[in-house]
């Protein structure tokens, strides 16, 4: 199955939950979630979830968040669950380290699309080389940035006019004046700002 590119209000909706995907909507009056309840579509009488379909929609909603298909976010849980540790809180932190993650938390994008955008065009360098591959993974050190050209292009005006009142991770930082960033450790579970299940995710590839 290939990436979904439709309304993504749509799918905020059918998860039921706001899944931050169009930022500048999701905290004003546009919000679809705030103005019609319930999921899109023919409104019928719906059976009370089964154990199975919970897995299966927190799944679709970190699925959805991240902006993966099934095949990297199966991925990603087989890497998690080879690691030591907990395989829920792995595979929350593999996700926060890519770097189009890095990017939106940074506060360079308003959506993680965006972010990822920013990353194919070649607009973010890390430790001082141009990255262009949004699934490349950060580690603890290195400095995230924009190129030396883009930063006389819209985007990155853009960025540094909205930023001031976006909220950072404790585990990275920003700097103002040049608009750098730089990953200070390693997410932890309590870092990461989300009302995912990691536990019914385990449970559903576990199954």
Known sequence: M????????RLCRAQGGKLMLREEHCFGAKCAQEKRQGPPGVHQR????????????????ARYTYGLM???????FELASKKSGKTG???LQLLERRLDNVVFRLGYGDSRSQARQLVRHG????NGHRAN??????????????GAGSTKLEPY???AKDIQGKTIPV?????????????????ERGDIETTINDRAIVEFYSR
């Open 2 to 9: 290939g990436r979904y590119i439709g309304p993504v209000c």
């Open 46 to 61: 719906r059976r009370k979830p089964s154990e199975i379909g919970i897995q299966l929609k927190e799944k679709q909603t």
């Open 70 to 76: 099934e095949k990297q976010f199966r991925n990603y």
């Open 89 to 91: 809180d792995i595979l």
């Open 123 to 126: 607009h973010i360098t890390v």
């Open 133 to 146: 591959v949004p699934s490349q993974l950060v580690k603890s050190g290195d400095a995230i940035a924009w």
């Open 157 to 159: 005006k853009s960025a």
């Open 171 to 187: 585990w990275l930082s920003l700097n103002l004046q040049d608009m750098s960033g730089r990953v200070l450790r390693l997410p």
